[in-house]
């Protein structure tokens, strides 16, 4: 019976992120964290895979096989695949269940959507098994993950470096009160790599090496230690494969302009505010949280080029799926921050 009546309150709630999905069921925790990324047989349009498995083939595909990011900068840009990665999702989440539809379904989403992109989201989610979905900021989600106290009539600043957007929101009183988003994160990086080992060594290298030089030997400041990696790729000019090693003061060279946008959209929130909020932020600091503020010495580089105190966040990758856990195994503690996060967007200054 209990079995029964926990079937007619299945809840989840899905990070769905450019780069990393993660679903949280309700009474179970995070039961799927998996790439975003899908590949489809494009004969005859099958999903081979999703996730992990789907990784594994990037930049080593056949010509039938094709792989897909349904997400681009956090907005659906192939609604029939994200559908089917939801589906694959809730299904693989929630087990083999005879109530197959999800009472409640909260998801992230980020701070500058229009109301076609949202409605977008929410259509995918229902399409998937979702009778109810509710759409939260990612920075709401976050901060409640980390348990800001968001309520309170304090400002917090939080700052989620993704893999396609870095989202930037002061909140207070349960509500975003000004925020911004720009499209420079993770993936960026990455590809800010791609282009200087092509200018510098004249060598092209895939997605997933750039990102092993950034997680492996990258950092935002100068480090004591000296890193070093070797990495395989094509010559340019002979068109043969060639070996280089990369130094990690190169790498951080190359990603200080997309370091530095992101600082500058971070500074010029912080002179839009209300001097108020201004001053909590300036008290409490700025949290960072997202896979991107993984890079090493990224907090450093924030708080020099602020001068606020930076607080990396516990386990950032999850920060955004353990909120909306938090959520959705006690929606009723939370309909204001819910109910906040429908207006189409909070008021922008
Ligand atoms: N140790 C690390 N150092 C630097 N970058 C890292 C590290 N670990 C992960 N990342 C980067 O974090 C990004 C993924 O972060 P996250 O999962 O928070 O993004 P997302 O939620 O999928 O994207 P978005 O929120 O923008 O839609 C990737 O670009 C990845 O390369
Ligand atoms: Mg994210």
């Known amino acids: 019976m209990m079995r029964l009546l926990e079937n007619f309150h299945k809840r989840a709630g899905i990070d769905l992120g450019t780069a990393n999905l993660l679903v949280y069921i309700k009474g179970q925790g995070i039961t799927v964290n998996e790439p975003t990324l899908v590949a489809v047989n494009n004969r005859t349009n099958q999903i081979l895979a999703i996730g992990s498995e789907a990784k594994k083939m990037l930049d080593r595909t056949p010509a039938h096989v094709t792989l897909i990011k349904p997400l681009m900068n956090g907005v659906v840009s192939d609604f029939e695949i994200t559908e089917e990665v ?129 997680i492996n030997i990258g950092s935002a400041v100068p480090i004591d230690e000296r890193l070093e990696m070797p990495i395989r790729g094509r010559d340019i000019s002979s068109g043969l494969p060639k070996e280089v090693v990369v130094k990690n003061t190169h790498i951080k060279a190359a990603l200080q302009k997309s370091l530095k946008s992101i600082s500058d959209t971070i500074k010029s929130l912080l002179e839009e505010a209300p001097p108020e909020l201004v001053g909590d932020v300036c008290e409490k600091g700025i949290y960072l949280a997202g896979g991107g503020s993984l890079l090493r010495g990224l907090d450093k580089y924030i708080e020099k080029e602020i001068s606020v105190k930076t607080i990396l966040v516990d386990d950032p990758l999850t920060c955004a799926v353990r909120g909306l856990g938090i959520i959705i195994e006690d929606p009723k503690n939370y309909e204001t921050i819910l109910s906040n996060q429908e207006r189409p967007k909070p008021i922008d200054l």
């Open 86 to 214: 939801l589906k694959h999702s809730l299904r693989q989440a929630g087990g083999n269940t005879f109530f197959s539809r999800y009472q409640l379904v909260a998801i992230t989403i980020p701070t500058d959507l229009t109301e076609v992109e949202r409605k977008s989201v929410e259509d995918a989610a229902i399409a998937s098994g979702a009778s109810r979905v509710k759409l939260v900021e990612e920075p709401i989600a976050s901060a409640i993950g980390i348990r800001l106290p968001i309520e309170d009539p304090t400002a917090n600043m939080i700052v989620n470096i993704g893999g396609g957007t870095t989202e930037i929101s002061i909140i207070s009183v349960g509500g975003a009160v000004v925020s911004r988003s720009v499209k420079v994160a993770g993936q960026q990086l990455s590809d800010d790599i791609i282009k200087f080992i092509k200018n510098e060594h004249k060598l092209l290298i895939g997605e997933p090496t750039a990102e092993e030089l950034k």
